[in-house]
Nanobody, 124 residues
Framework: QVQLMESGGGSVQAGGSLRLSCEVSGIIMDIHSMGWYRQPPGKQRELVATISSGGGTIYADSVKGRFTISRDNTRNTVYLQMSGLKSEDTDVYFC??????????????????WGQGTQVTVSS
């Protein structure tokens, strides 16, 4: 089974930094894209940053210049380096991966998977 395991959330003062990590496990053929999203209370989940298999990146305007997404394909892991954190960055951050994998019958499949979420709290 495919699983996404996030780590690195926590509490920090405004202006501080945090680094989120998300490791994908399972019988993976290829990870096409990986990304980070966040979901403000009462609102839809929104994009923070994504990175393609070729390294192309997309950022939300609100985090450009402060956040950096990267991936280590040898470890099936995506990172989000967050600097210059603001109180409005407080949220639950979710890891996402679009990938191809083998199911339990060894058939190739493609799926869109989410992590369980990690809390980031920024105090002013």
């Amino acid at each position: 089974q495919v699983q996404l395991m996030e780590s690195g959330g926590g509490s920090v003062q405004a202006g501080g930094s945090l680094r989120l990590s998300c490791e994908v496990s399972g019988i993976i053929m290829d990870i096409h894209s990986m990304g980070w999203y966040r979901q403000p209370p009462g609102k839809q989940r929104e994009l923070v940053a994504t990175i393609s298999s070729g390294g192309g990146t997309i950022y939300a305007d609100s985090v450009k210049g402060r956040f950096t997404i990267s991936r280590d394909n040898t470890r099936n892991t995506v990172y989000l380096q967050m600097s210059g954190l603001k109180s409005e960055d407080t949220d639950v951050y979710f890891c996402n991966a679009v990938l191809s994998y083998y199911d339990t019958d060894r058939y190739p499949r493609r799926g869109d998977y989410w992590g369980q979420g990690t809390q980031v709290t920024v105090s002013s």
